[in-house]
């Protein structure tokens, strides 16, 4: 069974960091792309940032210059260098993968259960 396992979340301050990681276990063929969404409450998820499997990077504006999106493709993470928090992106985290999980089949989307990010002013 595929699972996409999120860490890192907590609460911090306001001008602070935080490190999001996305593990993907189980039995896969490849991953192609893979990112990160946000859901505030109330709010519908959002793209946050995503990454190629050659490494190109996209951003939401909200975050350009403050997140890092990175992946480590020997094993199997992404990360999510978060830096100069603010009390709006306090939500909740959710890790995305685009994988094939045989070579036959198509690439299908996969999602983690989400990290809480809490950022006090």
């Known amino acids: 069974q595929v699972q996409l396992v999120e860490s890192g979340g907590g609460l911090v301050q306001a001008g602070g960091s935080l490190k999001l990681s996305c593990a993907v276990s189980g039995y896969i063929f490849s991953i192609n792309g893979m990112g990160w969404y946000r859901q505030a409450p109330g709010k519908q998820r959002d793209l946050v940032a995503t990454?190629?499997?050659?490494?190109?990077?996209n951003y939401a504006d909200s975050v350009k210059g403050r997140f890092t999106i990175s992946r480590d493709n020997a094993k199997r993470t992404v990360y999510l260098q978060m830096t100069s928090l603010k009390p709006e992106d306090t939500a909740v985290y959710y890790c995305?993968?685009?994988?094939?999980?045989?070579?036959?089949?198509?690439?299908?989307?996969?999602w983690g259960k989400g990290t809480l990010v809490t950022v006090s002013s």
């Open positions: 990454i190629t499997s050659s490494g190109s990077t």
């Open positions: 995305n993968a685009s994988l094939r999980r045989r070579s036959w089949s198509d690439d299908m989307d996969y």
